[in-house]
């Protein structure tokens, strides 16, 4: 089973600064089928449902705001806000779906500082 | 607009069992695979198990050990995950969403709880 570590566990970062979120799989999860990695970020509010931000590592899903971007190939991947929002406060999460049984990291909570 | 929401969670005894629905709509249910996602009590995101398209196609998260079946009826439009043998730490909220590889609709979940 692909085993997904993120890090930071949590960060607290000033409005307008830059956020960077890491996520390490156990194995790769580049698919050489379609030259993509199999690899999703998800935004989770108290008392929502997760929200896609990202897919394929590195497409933002429709609707999503510009500043959220997602970079990285194979094994370590990155989520990355521009310029933190205060609405942006949430916890993340990496999702691999190269192989079953999926796998999520364990969660990164972002609050302002 | 796709919309996805789960029902049938509550209160069970260790032991005990409980089936999960959840009814989808806004897209068409029998192209996509379904998956069960859950989230304990200050814990993250965990996969339970998910189905494709004709239900011939099923897979389950290692905790899982024969406890948890799912199941789809295309004609209802709906996805199910039966439980049984739950144990305190089953209690968790139940997220059902489409799965597109990625998960991109979710339902608000519901809540199972497991104690005695």
């Known amino acids: 089973d692909i085993v997904m570590t993120q890090s930071p566990d949590s960060l607290a970062v000033s409005l307008g600064e830059r956020v960077t979120i890491n996520c390490e799989s156990s194995q790769s999860v580049f698919h050489s089928s379609n030259n993509r990695n199999s690899l999703a970020w998800y935004q989770h509010k108290p008392g929502q449902p997760p929200k896609v931000l990202i897919y394929w590592a590195s497409i933002r899903e429709s609707g999503v705001p510009d500043r959220f971007s997602g970079s990285g190939s194979g094994t370590d991947f990155t989520l990355t806000i521009s310029s933190l929002q205060a609405e942006d406060v949430a916890v993340y999460y990496c999702?691999?779906?190269?192989?079953?049984?999926?796998?999520f990291g364990q969660g990164t909570k972002l609050e302002i500082k | 607009e796709v919309h996805v929401v789960e029902s049938g969670g509550g209160f069970v005894q260790p032991g005990g069992s409980l089936r999960l629905s959840c009814a989808a709509s806004?897209?068409?249910?029998?192209?996509?695979?379904m998956t069960w996602v859950r989230q304990a009590p200050g814990k993250g995101l965990e996969y339970v198990a998910n189905i494709n398209q004709d239900g011939t196609d099923i897979h389950y998260a290692g905790f899982v050990r024969g406890r948890f079946i799912i199941s789809r009826d295309n004609a209802k439009r709906s996805v199910y995950l039966q439980l049984s043998g739950l144990r305190t730490d089953d209690t968790a909220v139940y997220y059902c969403s489409r799965d597109s590889a990625w998960f991109d609709a979710w339902g608000q979940g519901t809540l199972v709880t497991v104690s005695s």
């Open positions: 806004g897209f068409t249910f029998s192209d996509y695979w």
């Open positions: 999702h691999q779906y190269h192989s079953v049984p999926h796998s």
